[in-house]
């Protein structure tokens, strides 16, 4: 017997005590005398009601005071075993009780532990079968069929925003990248935006599609960022996605964001360093250098970093327009991802209104105005108030346009799908 069971089996005594000493601890000495008194009387009340039906057969006593006597000793004899039954129904309620408690409570501990602990373990046999085969507690085929009972449980349950999510995650693990794509989707659109969850999504979709992140997969690591600037997997990808465009100065940034917010002597770190060498030799190659800091070569310097404009709604989509509806102006990159790198929030109630985009309005300290060339000026009227875009908000970009450059006049003419 393992010391686990020993263990188990003292503390399940002990709680037995506890429970069970109060319902069979003795009645205290006065309540045993009270009891035989009641005894005594009852014995003495019967052979009184023995003597009056002798004298009614007799005719000592006439029939109607017969009749009187023998009420009054019956009333005296009720009164007295009113009490005894309801003494011995209490004392038996508590015996049956305290039986009960003693099977019912193990065997319940025992079937709570058998469903949701782990019974194989205190079993030697099984610890000892466990041991010698090396084995796993679930093979492949079991997590297999795991996973498609969930399918199937969802199938009844579509709209079971977490359990899309375990499901996508357990096909990734199970490389079955299409079927975690197709859960990834339905888990995005139920569940609230989350960075992670949208960085992920996105890196399934490039396993599906050769490791390539050109489309969807980039669309969503911008969707990403824009929820969280510091995300360490959506800029990880951000700055693949760069080099694989042979952006290499933006890269070299996006990785850098990563390098700030992981411990340099973590793996990750190495592996992001590995990649930012890769990236100067590159550019060295290529021609093209990096600065100290990291950006390349012919940014904008912070004090030109400016945009002014203004911002209009057309007139055919005043009637989509609510009141108190928020207006958010952002810049982003050209080249690069699609997180902004200069917003300002406004009602959108004061339209027409006129704007100015700086440094100071940087959604992340390292990705700001000063270190792109061009960027897309957009302004969103946002019927949630939330800055990530969604179906139902009304939309309007510019064409790409330098930083510094002259006044720019966005209109807002789309409605998002």
């Not at 020993?6 to 005594?13: D, F």
């Not at 139920?190 to 599609?209: E, G, K, T």
């Not at 669309?219 to 290499?248: C, H, M, W």
């Not at 060498?277 to 590159?282: F, K, L, V």
């Amino acid at each position: 017997m393992s010391v686990f069971l020993v263990v188990g089996g003292l503390l399940l005594v002990g709680v037995l005590v506890a429970l069970l000493y109060p319902l069979l601890k003795r009645q205290p000495a006065q309540r045993e005398e009270t009891t035989g008194q009641r005894e005594l009387n009852l014995i003495v009340l019967r052979e009184q009601l023995a003597e009056v039906e002798r004298d009614i057969r007799e005719g000592r006593i006439g029939e109607e005071g017969g009749r009187q006597s023998r009420e009054e000793l019956e009333r005296r004899v009720l009164e007295y075993t009113a009490d005894v039954p309801a003494e011995a129904r209490s004392g038996s309620r508590k015996v049956k009780l305290a039986i009960a408690l003693g099977v019912a409570f193990p065997v319940a501990i025992g079937a709570l532990y058998w469903t949701l602990g782990a019974p194989g373990s205190v079993v030697p046999g099984k610890q000892a079968a466990a041991g010698k085969d090396g084995q796993h507690a679930l093979s492949p085929e079991q997590i297999t069929a795991m996973v498609e009972r969930l399918s199937l449980r969802l199938q009844e349950n579509p709209n079971d925003g977490a359990g899309w999510l375990m499901l996508a995650r357990s096909y990734a693990v199970l490389g079955r990248y299409p079927e975690s794509t197709a859960a990834f989707g339905r888990a995005v659109a139920l569940l609230p935006p989350d960075a992670q969850n949208f960085a992920d999504f996105a890196d399934i979709i490039a396993m599906s599609q050769g490791k390539r992140l050109a489309g969807d997969p980039e669309r969503l690591v911008q969707r990403a960022l824009e929820i969280d600037p510091r995300n360490v997997k959506a800029l990880a990808l951000s700055g693949t996605i760069a080099f694989d465009r042979q952006d290499y100065g933006q890269a070299i940034r996006e990785w850098q964001k990563v390098l700030a917010l992981v411990p340099e002597d973590s793996a990750a770190a190495a592996g992001i360093q590995g990649s930012i060498r890769d990236a100067e030799n590159r550019m060295a190659i290529s021609g093209k250098q990096a600065t100290d800091s990291g950006k390349a070569a012919g940014d904008t310097p912070a004090a030109a970093a400016k945009l002014s404009g203004t911002v209009e709604l057309d007139p055919k989509l005043r009637s989509a327009m609510k009141p108190g509806d928020t207006l958010f102006v952002f810049a982003r990159a050209v080249n690069g991802p699609k997180m902004p790198v200069a917003m300002l929030r406004a009602k959108a109630d004061d339209m027409p209104i006129n704007f100015t985009l700086d440094d100071s309005m940087a959604m992340a300290p390292q990705f700001k105005l000063s270190t792109v060339g061009q960027v897309v000026v957009g302004a969103r009227i946002s019927k949630s108030g939330d800055a990530l875009a969604r179906p139902g908000d009304l939309e309007g970009l510019s064409s790409p346009v330098s930083v510094g450059g002259g006044n720019v006049k966005i209109v807002i003419n789309s409605i998002v799908q």
